[in-house]
């Protein structure tokens, strides 16, 4: 029997969330080496859900809050071979291409500071991500106004000339 579950996830303001699947527990070890090594003023917590015995919860990070964070959403999906990348102080942008070219990562469900909801299917034999709700559904088509603000958007973070 199956059960269909959505599961929203949270953390502190000001951060951003990666959301993924990775085949291996050396997937906690090298996600640190890329965020130190790419982002090292970055805060971050990180957490992989290990898929077999014993089990366990996975953490790594710089910032206790972050890595507490990343663990009770862990905990919340409960998922095996999930990853979650708790991010202050950088944008996924600066990190996302590294992220999936990690020889573990199987894939990325998502990176946003947007509200999230984890849509998880249970088993008897445990949790699978089936997708992710990123945010909220669109309520229209830009317009000429919007597009200048997006365009100084993109400029105020620094990502286009």
């Not at 996600?31 to 982002?39: L, T």
């Not at 409960?78 to 102080?89: E, N, Q, V």
């Not at 199987?106 to 999230?116: D, G, H, I, M, Y």
Request: a negative charge.
């Amino acid at each position: 029997m199956m059960e269909i579950k959505t599961i929203e996830l949270k953390w502190s303001e000001n951060c951003n969330i990666i959301v993924g699947q990775s085949h291996f527990i050396k997937s906690v070890e090298d996600i640190s080496e890329i965020m130190s090594g790419y982002v090292p003023s970055a805060q971050y917590g990180f957490a992989f859900c290990e898929a077999s015995d014993p089990c366990l919860i996975r953490t790594a990070g710089n910032d206790e809050a972050l890595i507490k964070e990343a663990a009770d959403n862990a905990f919340a999906v409960a998922a095996g071979h999930t990853f979650y990348l708790i991010m202050k102080g950088c944008f996924p942008i600066n990190i996302l291409n590294q992220i999936k070219n990690c020889q573990e990562v199987c894939r990325v469900f998502c990176a946003t500071a947007n509200p999230l909801q984890v849509i998880v299917a249970s088993t008897d034999q445990g949790n699978g991500i089936l997708g992710v709700v990123d945010g909220y559904s669109p309520k229209g088509v830009e317009s000429e106004e919007d597009k200048i603000s997006r365009h100084e958007l993109l400029r105020k973070f620094g990502y286009k000339f």
